[in-house]
């Protein structure tokens, strides 16, 4: 048994629902993380829902139920450190799903005064251009709602997606990862220990890219794992191509 998550179409940036971009809920007062390697704010990639029991679901969840919701850096590609699970240039959290608002973006520090430097600038448009720079590094240019797919036969996530494009005919790049299950890895297992209970923890969400190169995720175009220790309320993040 394998479950899919495909292409769900757009949902609402804000919807308590499993998607990847859109903006990201926390409690409120949560601080935007930054990157432990650059010092600079990550980028929201994805939010899962887990339920009562830990496992991740695509739907709105019950008041029991948590959220993860995943950041990684992209000021530095190559150089944040944001594919290992412990180098803090990435981030998993798990929340309690009742009371989520969103985050606000990060008020940029802006040292060097570059808001002043472009004479050319309209006094109405006043940073504005600044700010839409800063939303395309820190969100995704699409929110996707994720929909689960089950397929019964499938043992393992490639099979599973090739039946599933064979099936509805649609492309794979449509399936943006699956839930729950084995991860599908493209180097070693890299299963993470949780840092609590030091048991191995489970894979929640495995994530593609996506289906559009311009909004795409950066996983070196490979693919990237969250995993969860239910009991400890603990998360990980990693990516690998
Ligand atoms: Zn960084
Ligand atoms: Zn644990």
Redesign the pocket.
């Known amino acids: 048994m394998t479950t899919l998550i495909t292409e769900g179409g757009p949902v609402a940036d804000d919807a308590t629902v499993t998607r990847t971009g859109g903006v990201p809920l926390a409690p409120p007062g949560t601080a935007w993380p930054t990157?432990?390697?650059?010092?600079?704010p990550?980028r929201f990639l994805a939010q899962i829902v887990l339920d009562g029991s830990g496992a991740a679901v695509t739907g709105g969840p019950g008041p029991q139920d948590r959220v993860l919701v995943l950041f990684a850096?992209q000021?530095?590609p190559g150089?944040?450190r944001?594919w290992d699970a412990r180098s803090g240039?990435n981030v998993a959290l798990v929340l309690a799903a009742d009371a989520l608002v969103p985050i606000p973006l990060p008020v940029r520090s802006d040292p060097e005064g570059r808001e002043d430097a472009d004479p050319d600038e309209d006094e109405d448009d006043f940073g504005d251009e600044d700010d839409e720079d800063d939303e395309d590094l820190l969100l995704l240019g699409a929110t996707r709602a994720a929909e689960a797919q089950f397929l019964a036969d499938a043992p393992d996530f490639d099979r599973a997606r090739a039946a599933w494009a064979d099936r509805t005919g649609r492309p794979r790049t449509h399936v943006l990862g699956q839930l729950n299950g084995a991860p599908a890895w493209l180097q070693n297992d890299e299963t993470p220990d949780c840092p609590a209970c030091a048991e191995p923890m489970r894979l929640a969400v495995q994530l593609q890219e996506g289906p559009d190169p311009v909004t795409a995720m950066n996983f070196g175009s490979g693919r990237a794992y969250a995993f969860t220790c239910s009991p400890c309320a603990g998360a990980a993040f990693l990516w690998q191509c």
């Open positions: 990157c432990a390697d650059c010092g600079g990550m850096c000021n530095r150089e944040c944001d240039a």
